[in-house]
């Protein structure tokens, strides 16, 4: 069974500041892991995956996301806050095994301010 | 097309009545999810397409719900007697299957039909 658990429903930060949003994961095979992000009003955006390559992973806006196997973590973070960074950020893992092959389970979502 | 296309981008419905979902997705992606989010609530998986397979229905909540992709391509997710809780956001996502690499693609999300049931 999989499952992915974000740890802070809301994370307010300023801006130029660090951006840090947890995601722990279970997963009984090897996982897929996918951060996405969700402006208002518009649809979900890869922000970027890891698939057992290397374990930092590099994505878009620059956001990047360390996978660590021994804390079963996918943490996301950014070194400085942009106001446009505000929006709604979702962990995800799937895995090519097992029965549920395919499915996407997503996390709670996190919701990040950034403040000036 | 460039993306994933969805329509209606809204609707609203009486309870009771049946609504129709529409998927596009993106061409040659063998692989079509439906998800919905509930206000306040994450994303949650509902009904999974991969080519000519059938379909992993195990996210579909009721018996009113029911989805089907013709061609491999265009999807509708229908939703029949409609209720004040199935008012959420209704997100199509399509993934290009390599087969034993799928995962590594990611996943195209559409921009969702918001369905309100009054």
């Known amino acids: 069974a999989q499952s992915v658990t974000q740890l802070d429903s809301h994370v307010s930060v300023s801006e130029g500041t660090p951006v840090l949003l947890r995601c722990n994961y279970s997963s009984s095979y090897s996982p897929s892991l996918f951060w996405y992000v969700q402006h208002p009003n518009k649809g979900l955006q890869l922000l970027l995956k890891y698939t057992s390559a290397a374990t930092l992973v590099k994505g878009i806006n620059g956001f990047e996301a360390e996978f660590k196997k021994s804390e079963t973590s996918f943490h996301l973070t950014k070194p400085s806050a942009h106001m446009s960074d505000a929006a709604e950020y979702f962990c995800v893992v799937t895995s090519l095994y097992g029965g549920s092959q395919g499915n996407l389970i997503f996390g709670k979502g996190t919701k990040l301010s950034v403040k000036p | 097309g460039a993306g994933v296309s969805q329509s209606p981008s809204n609707k609203v419905t009486e309870k009771g009545k049946d609504v129709e979902l529409r998927c596009d997705p993106i061409s040659g992606h063998t692989a079509l999810y439906w998800y919905r989010q509930s206000l306040g609530q994450g994303l949650e998986f509902l009904i999974y397409?991969?080519?000519?397979?059938?379909?992993?229905k195990s996210g579909l909540p009721s018996d009113r719900f029911s989805a089907e992709r013709t061609g491999g391509s265009v999807s509708t997710l229908t939703i029949q007697r409609t209720q004040q809780e199935d008012s959420a956001v209704y997100l199509c996502?399509?993934?290009?299957?390599?087969?034993?690499?799928?995962?590594?693609?990611?996943?195209?999300f559409g921009s969702g039909t918001r369905l309100t049931v009054v």
């Open positions: 996502a399509s993934s290009l299957d390599s087969g034993v690499g799928f995962s590594n693609y990611g996943y195209t």
């Open positions: 397409f991969q080519g000519n397979s059938a379909p992993d």
